[in-house]
């Protein structure tokens, strides 16, 4: 009977595997096949005449160097300003006891309800009229902090036993020291996680950049994309797939390197497991 269970549970798994890796596969199956093979009558798992003119074409058309290098430099100065922010608001939500702690936090989680769409409108005022439209500080200013980020840091810390936070008391360290060296590196798990979910997030941000960006230098990977679907032409998918591959390549990188304090971070263990 445990037999079968087993085998049931890994035949579940198998079949959702499937499921999830499959459009990432059909992605790379387009990305290099001629055009001529995009569309075709019937089911073709690989293609007959496979080719890497697509990568060239959407490297060259794209210019999906200079978009990688600007998405990377949105990318992490979105994310070094939101650890500043962060693990700060994190470890006093924490530790600090302090009139109105409560409901600060509150309206923080209440901030999550909000959809990015409601503040783009105030967020593009803003910086409009700090003449930061059209720069790379435009696209960073607005995420400088996460109210997710707080909560998620937030409640790893809450997990450190306060008998660590009694002893960096009477070691003498401040409350920044005691952040910096206890509680950062116990969080560490919950940081990294928050960090690679940041980076994802903006790294294939489309709406904020199309919305303050004009020159073609400032362009973000998917913006970049975007160029291979017009109204007027149609769309290239054999580009766009392609491109979409070299676009995706860095995120599943990062994933794939750290996908266990992802995993760890998320699930907030507790400290000492």
């Known amino acids: 009977m445990r037999s079968r269970l087993h085998w049931l549970r890994v035949a579940t798994v198998a079949l959702a595997a499937g499921v999830a890796i499959f459009p990432f596969y059909w992605m790379i199956r387009t990305s290099v096949a001629p055009p001529d093979e995009t569309w075709f009558q019937g089911i073709s798992l690989l293609p007959e005449s496979p080719t890497m003119e697509n990568y060239t074409a959407a490297w060259e058309e794209a210019g999906l160097l200079s978009a990688m290098a600007t998405g990377l430099i949105v990318a992490l100065g979105i994310l070094v300003l939101q650890l500043l922010t962060v693990i700060p608001a994190a470890y006093a939500f924490a530790t600090v006891r302090f009139r109105g702690r ?21 967020n593009f005022l803003i910086v409009n009229e700090l003449g930061l439209l059209d720069t790379r500080l435009g ?75 004009r020159s073609a230098g400032l362009r973000t990977p998917p913006l970049a994309l975007a160029i291979f679907q017009q109204a007027e032409t149609g769309f290239e998918y054999g580009k766009l797939t392609a491109g979409a591959v070299v676009v995706t390549l860095p995120v599943v990188l990062a994933f794939l390197l750290a996908q266990r304090r992802f995993v760890h971070g998320i699930a907030g263990g507790e400290v000492g497991e």
């Not at 600060?104 to 503040?119: G, Y």
């Not at 990294?192 to 790294?203: G, K, R, V």
């Open 102 to 122: 409560t409901i600060l936090f509150v309206v923080v989680l209440a901030s999550l309800l909000i959809p990015v769409q409601v503040s783009a409108v105030p």
């Open 139 to 213: 696209l960073i200013l607005p995420f400088a902090t996460s109210a997710f980020g707080i909560f998620l840091v937030r409640q790893h810390m809450l997990t450190v036993p306060a008998s660590l936070l009694d002893a960096a008391r009477s070691d003498g360290l401040s409350r920044l020291q005691t952040m910096l060296r206890v509680y950062v590196p116990l969080a560490g798990p919950s940081i990294a996680a928050f960090a690679l979910f940041s980076f994802y997030i903006h790294w294939n941000d489309y709406l904020w950049p199309l919305l303050v960006t």
